[in-house]
């Protein structure tokens, strides 16, 4: 006999798959979003709330609002136009010695000769010491007027000795400064170097092209990134630069390295005034931008003038 199968029987479908929570690639940035949100953006807006009230902890019940009453003060005193001065002539200074001495020091470490990576290892050390302890081995090492080295280097040629700190302050805090950026410069200038293609260069020398007209013509254009961000990292840290300051001379003689972090420092903390430690430091952020975007756009125009010539 033959067996009929029962129409009314059916194949079981399979369960249907549960529905899990399907996170967005957004929504899985968003903590960490909420957490630079509230660890940088929150205390700057505080910071330019701050800056428009006459606040004092010594007083800290009295707080009126001035509006820009703190800005204009900070912008017509002569001596707070001294410390931005100081800021842009450390910042500046520092920025053209790196840049220089580390792009020497790239092309050197460039070649191949025994001793390179332990030569390339010793020349980093100097940007992994703290800044305080950079201040206080330069102040009482290497500068001090009685037993420094580079006061015994003068004396030992038939000078006197020299209070570098007290007859050059801003030169000594430059060179203390530029010791320790030094090798940032070198190593982001040698990282570009080291990918520039061999064979441009061996086609420039063959075509009888001089070191200069190879440098000038196929490093230089090849370095323009790196430099770029050299620039701006280095711009936006020497403009904050308080340690090395704060370690050796305290501003001084007189005003002559208060740069605008010392300056906020010496007026939240020494003289508890907020408010105009407060806009002091909203200026320094706006500075510290202009700068920086400056820097930039000058180093592109000069990439794009080399192009065309």
């Known amino acids: 006999m033959t067996t009929v199968a029962n129409p009314t029987t059916t194949t079981a479908s399979p369960p249907a798959p549960k529905r899990g929570l399907k996170l967005t690639p957004a929504a899985l940035i968003w903590p960490a979003m909420l957490y630079l949100i509230l660890t940088t953006q929150v205390p700057f807006f505080m910071t330019v709330y701050y800056s428009f009230f006459r606040y004092n902890l010594v007083i800290p019940d009295d707080r009126p609002f001035i509006g820009f009453g703190n800005y204009t003060t900070l912008l017509t005193n002569p001596q707070n136009l001294q410390v931005v001065w100081n800021t842009l002539v450390l910042a500046g200074g520092t920025l053209i010695l790196t840049l220089l001495i580390g792009g020497a020091m790239a092309l050197l470490l460039n070649r ?69 950026w030094t090798p940032f410069a070198m190593l982001i200038l040698l990282t570009g170097l080291q990918s520039l293609p061999d064979d441009q260069l061996e086609a420039a020398r063959l075509d009888g092209a001089s070191p200069l007209q190879e440098f000038r013509h196929i490093v230089m254009p090849h370095w323009t990134q790196a430099i770029q961000v050299v620039v701006l990292m280095e711009t936006i840290a020497l403009l904050q630069v308080y340690g090395e300051i704060y370690g050796s001379t305290s501003g001084g003689p007189g005003l002559a390295t208060t740069n605008l972090p010392y300056f906020i420092y010496q007026k939240a903390f020494a003289e508890y005034n907020i408010g105009l430690a407060s806009a002091a430091g909203v200026i320094t952020v706006i500075l510290t931008n202009i700068l920086a975007i400056y820097l930039l756009r000058m180093i592109n125009r000069t990439n794009q003038t080399n192009k065309g010539g």
């Not at 800044?131 to 009685?146: G, R, S």
């Open 112 to 180: 191949n000769f025994p001793g390179r990576s332990l030569l390339r290892t010793l020349m980093i050390s100097s940007f992994l010491v703290m800044p305080i302890v950079t201040a206080v081995v330069w102040k009482n090492m290497l500068l001090n007027p009685v037993f420094g080295f580079f006061s015994w280097v003068v004396a030992s040629l038939g000078g006197q000795p020299v209070d570098w700190l007290a007859q050059y302050p801003m030169a000594s805090v430059i060179a203390m400064i530029t010791w320790e």
